[in-house]
């Protein structure tokens, strides 16, 4: 593998109290990849996401991001996109003005904004919602327009926390094409998910267990390895006689 | 009825594991006891005063001795001219100048009258006032020593005051009842109304409703705890105006108890009839302070008495339930007067009690019919 | 700088948006004037003394008339007897009960001494201590013509009148005294809520979270939520005065530009203060509590119903930290006394310090990160 490494994580720990949410994660992620976080509810995924944003801080390990130690969160910052599990845009400005708002915050002009914004609702065809309020729009345009506005300044990572949660199907299906679309930018993909189907798009994926990484590799060369047939079955595998024990 | 204690319990424990609320709660009754009875004080004590003394004789400078050592006034400046006293108060240092004319003791002497003259701050009305009476109290008690030299046997009355209640004039037998008023309308009416509005707000109600709990078991449990933590919170503020205080109960515990239970319940009514009408938190904050704080504060009488209000604040006070309650924990607590004397703002408390219950129930009902079609 | 205006934009979008807040904008200095400004006054104006005669003498009767000369007393007859006397105060239906003894006139003639008992309801010991005072003096004035016209003393008693004069405000209108302090409650009140509740909101729905995974500096957040209530904050003073204006005809002798400044100030301060609060609070209702509590204490100890220099040293010192407390004084010395920059000078310098202190903490509060 000659890929360059855009996310490093070696021995992270991560405490609340006696709780261990993360129990030393060591992984990495390739640029340009889409790199699929797997896992049941509470299995530690928000929780790692957080820090690799610098939302959190880690308890202890070393996490480099962008090239960055998370020791230095606010330069991370400027380097990554990311759409958190709760729907963030505010539901009182219109879609341009949330559009507006981020691009300006990641120190964008209105000179610069105006035609991306224009180039971006004409792609995602939103051009006749864009002035209409996001408390109006129905939750899957929203989850688009967030997925949009996190990448709207070309971050060099993006991470995406559960983004698919709620969604119908066939607007998973074209988030899904975004992210395809986002990747292919050159944007590395960061994604958690407990749909497991959804595993199957992502180029790496990582399954999480209460705390810890059970398995982590292509979803190809995992189901080889374990020797089932979708990655659900794979999933319940490993995650299954834990849960029983416990 | 299993099923219902499990929830009420599950209702107790939501509200006392919000410690910070619970803090605060037991935080602002004890913090207006301690201002009000250690810091807002409505006498006069240390009050900085000028003298400008005209006079420099033997008169002037007893009365300033006498003035100096009241316990009401500091004497911050001996001023040397007229044009001085207004710079004085323009910096707020003086509350009152005493202007001595210049020929005091002489014309006392020769005439057997003088005049004194204050000027007084009149930007702070209260004070204005309670300097000049004080002020005008020392003089008289000077002249009146005079009279009484010269007319020995002469029949001079001496009227003999009895300040009934509170013989120390305390300023906080006016403010305990009105911090308990205060903290029960906080949190029966205020607290109720905004976490059941929250839950409608967050569809956490619809959960509930649908749930094989009756509707009024819900309601219950939601205000049970409050019903109970509006309880020991005017139990500690009991104790603690005995203990800091020595202020104690002089009239029947029992009937207190019993006053203050119904002015729970009808806070409490009051809470849920607020969140059966309104459908948005920030909504259920701005009725509780502007329809329920602000009176509370204002027309129960407990600081600023209602008589001395225009009159149409009295009428309005009277359909606001705080004026009534105020004035039976009043004459319980401190003047000691029994059930014959408060019977009837008992009475009109119930009676509104009785509305708002009949009030929210009725919405109530209105609400889940439309929920049956 | 860039990026703060681009937040500054969001802020005021939003509240143009929101119909409540236009409501509320509008309607609070409005009615807390209209409302407040009358209502809250110290003033006596009425005692109810009720007066038991047991000497039923010209020389009761004469004290009696003179007492319902006054505009301060209405009288009553009371019921004889301890028990009657003590109804009336538990009830309240007197504020003083005054017992003239049998042996009154007998005393003023000379025999013996002559008394009065006077009871009096102390549950409010203010209007208790006036209404003695100024029986008190009645009495003096009645038992000094007895004495005169009695031809028992020289013509001439010894005394000193004492004359008073009001200043600043000549006939001592409350409304004059509250109306300068119900502003501060009004910029208090509108500033601390409203930013407070904006920032804890955004925490409690989550957008919050979004803006704190940006580069976006903690100052800059911090003044986009400070500069649209700061704003709002002057215009609702302005609006409060303009209505005490109209409906009280308020004299306003002092610098209207000293006024603002100051006021100015003091909103920073307080908006830090809420922003600070906000920190502390992850639910709109926990901010509401932790405001109410501070807002009370700043409030109650800023002198707004009672003189500050009454209160005891530790009270006064705690008002060294206390906003609410150099507003309080200098909007009345501003408004009421005239007076100037040089007047409050100490005070502005210590209300700036205070400023800057709260918005350095709330500053340094934020967490981007948990």
Redesign the interface.
């Known amino acids: 593998m000659e890929k360059e490494k855009v996310i490093e994580v070696k021995d992270l720990v991560k405490r609340f109290g006696a709780f261990v949410a993360n129990d030393h994660l060591t992984f990495d992620v390739y640029k340009g990849d889409i790199f699929g976080f797997l896992g049941a509810n509470g299995a530690g995924k928000t929780t790692a996401i957080?820090i690799l944003?610098?939302?959190?801080?880690p308890t202890s390990g070393k996490v480099t991001v962008a090239g960055i130690d998370a020791g230095r969160?606010?330069?991370i910052?400027?380097r990554?996109g990311?759409m958190?599990q709760?729907?963030?845009?505010?539901e009182?400005?219109t879609v341009s003005?949330n559009i507006?708002?981020?691009?300006?915050?990641?120190?964008m002009?209105m000179k610069e904004i105006r035609p991306r914004r224009e180039a971006l609702l004409e792609r995602l065809s939103f051009s006749h919602y864009s002035d209409m309020?996001i408390r109006s729009l129905p939750l899957g345009l929203r989850q688009k327009l967030a997925f949009a506005v996190a990448v709207f300044h070309d971050p060099e990572i993006v991470f995406l926390d559960e983004p698919t949660s709620g969604v119908d199907p066939i607007t998973r299906r074209q988030f899904w094409e975004m992210i395809y679309e986002t990747a292919s930018r050159g944007i590395t993909v960061f994604v958690t998910t407990h749909y497991m189907d959804e595993a199957e798009y992502c180029d790496r994926i990582t399954i999480m267990n209460e705390g810890r990484i059970e398995a982590l590799d292509t979803p190809a060369v995992l189901r080889k390895k374990y020797g089932t047939e979708t990655i659900e079955e794979l999933f319940v595998k490993i995650a299954r006689p834990k849960t029983e024990t416990a | 009825m299993k099923r219902f204690m499990a929830f009420v319990k599950k209702e107790f424990l939501h509200i006392f594991r919000d410690y910070r609320t619970l803090i605060i709660l037991f935080g602002i009754p004890a913090a207006q006891i301690l201002i009000f009875g250690y810091a807002v004080r409505t006498d006069l004590t240390n009050a900085g005063i000028a003298i400008l003394d005209n006079a420099r004789d033997e008169v002037s400078a007893e009365l300033t001795h006498k003035l100096e050592a009241s316990e009401f006034f500091r004497i911050r400046y001996n001023l040397g001219s007229y044009e001085e006293i207004d710079p004085a108060f323009k910096q707020g240092k003086i509350k009152a100048a005493i202007i001595f004319p210049a020929n005091l003791g002489a014309s006392l002497a020769r005439e057997g009258n003088a005049s004194v003259s204050i000027i007084a701050d009149g930007s702070e009305p209260n004070t204005a006032n309670l300097v000049t009476a004080y002020t005008t109290a020392i003089i008289n008690d000077y002249s009146s020593q005079l009279t009484r030299q010269v007319s020995q046997g002469m029949p001079v009355i001496i009227p003999e005051v009895r300040m009934y209640f509170n013989p120390n004039l305390e300023s906080y037998f006016m403010f305990v009842p009105g911090v308990i008023t205060l903290i029960l309308i906080l949190i029966t009416a205020l607290m109720t109304s905004v976490t059941i509005v929250r839950e409608k707000e967050f569809g956490t109600m619809e959960v509930l409703l649908v749930s094989p709990l009756k509707p009024w078991q819900i309601i219950i449990g939601k205000v049970a705890p409050y019903f109970f933590l509006s309880l020991v919170n005017v139990i500690v503020i009991l104790l603690m105006a005995w203990f800091v205080f020595g202020l104690p109960v002089r009239g029947s515990i029992a009937l207190l108890i019993a006053g203050t239970m119904l002015y729970i319940l009808l806070g409490l009514s009051i809470g849920i009839f607020v969140s059966s009408s309104v459908q948005k938190m920030e909504n259920a904050i701005f009725i509780s302070f502007l329809a329920l704080m602000l009176p509370s504060l204002l027309l129960s009488g407990f600081i600023f008495p209602i008589e001395n209000m225009p009159k149409i604040y009295d009428y309005v006070s009277m359909i606001l339930p705080p004026r009534w309650f105020v004035e039976i924990i009043r004459s319980i607590m401190i003047k000691g007067a029994g059930f014959t004397y408060i019977w009837k703002e008992t009475l009109i408390l119930v009676v509104m009690t009785i509305f708002f219950m009949v009030l929210s129930a009725r919405k109530f009902k209105v609400r889940l019919g439309e929920g049956e079609r | 700088m860039?990026?703060l205006?681009?937040?500054l934009?969001?802020e005021f979008?939003?509240i143009r948006?929101?119909p409540f807040m236009a409501r509320a904008i509008i309607a609070v200095p409005l009615l807390q004037m209209l409302i407040l400004v009358p209502a809250i006054t110290f003033e006596v104006k009425r005692i109810d003394l009720a007066v038991t005669d047991y000497d039923r003498s010209p020389a009761s009767r004469e004290l009696i008339s003179k007492l319902s000369g006054s505009s301060f007393f209405r009288i009553s007859g009371a019921p004889a007897g301890q028990a009657g006397a003590d109804q009336l105060l538990l009830s309240g239906d007197a504020d003083i009960v005054l017992i003239i003894p049998d042996d009154f006139s007998e005393g003023l003639a000379g025999i013996g001494k002559p008394t009065l008992q006077v009871l009096a309801d102390a549950v409010n010991a203010t209007s208790a201590q006036l209404g003695w005072n100024y029986l008190v003096s009645i009495v003096r004035d009645y038992n000094r013509d007895v004495i005169i016209s009695s031809g028992l003393a020289p013509a001439a008693i010894p005394g000193i009148s004492v004359s008073s004069r009001y200043w600043y405000n000549p006939d001592l209108n409350y409304k004059y005294y509250m109306l300068p302090g119900i502003l501060v409650i009004l910029i208090t009140a509108i500033g601390l809520l409203m930013a407070g509740l904006n920032l804890v909101r955004e925490k409690e729905?989550?957008?919050i979270?979004?803006?704190?995974?940006?580069?976006?500096?903690k100052w800059e957040l911090i003044a986009s939520k400070v500069i649209p209530f700061f704003i709002i904050g002057l215009f609702d003073l302005a609006l409060g005065l303009i209505v005490g204006w109209i409906a009280f005809d308020i004299p306003f002798e002092g610098s209207i530009l000293l006024f603002f400044a100051c006021a100015a100030i003091f909103l920073v301060a307080v908006l830090g203060l809420a922003l600070f609060f906000s920190t502390m609070a992850s639910t709109q209702q926990q901010f509401l509590f932790i405001a109410f509590f501070f807002v009370m204490i700043f409030i109650l100890m800023s002198g707004i119903f009672t003189p500050s220099e009454s209160m005891p040293v530790w009270a006064q010192q705690f008002n060294y930290v206390n906003p609410v407390a150099y507003l309080m004084r200098i909007n009345r010395m501003v408004m009421l006394k005239g007076s100037g920059f040089q007047d409050i000078a100490r005070d502005m310098v210590a209300l700036t310090v205070l400023a800057l202190a709260f918005i350095t903490l709330a500053i340094r509060a934020y967490r981007?990160?948990?």
């Open positions: 957080r944003c610098g939302l959190s801080r969160p606010e330069e910052k400027k990554i990311y958190s709760r729907f963030s845009l505010y009182d400005l003005e507006e708002l981020y691009g300006g915050i990641y120190g002009t309020l | 860039r990026k205006l681009f937040l934009k969001k979008r939003q948006r929101n729905i989550g957008t979270e979004q803006i704190n995974v940006t580069p976006v500096k981007k990160r948990a």
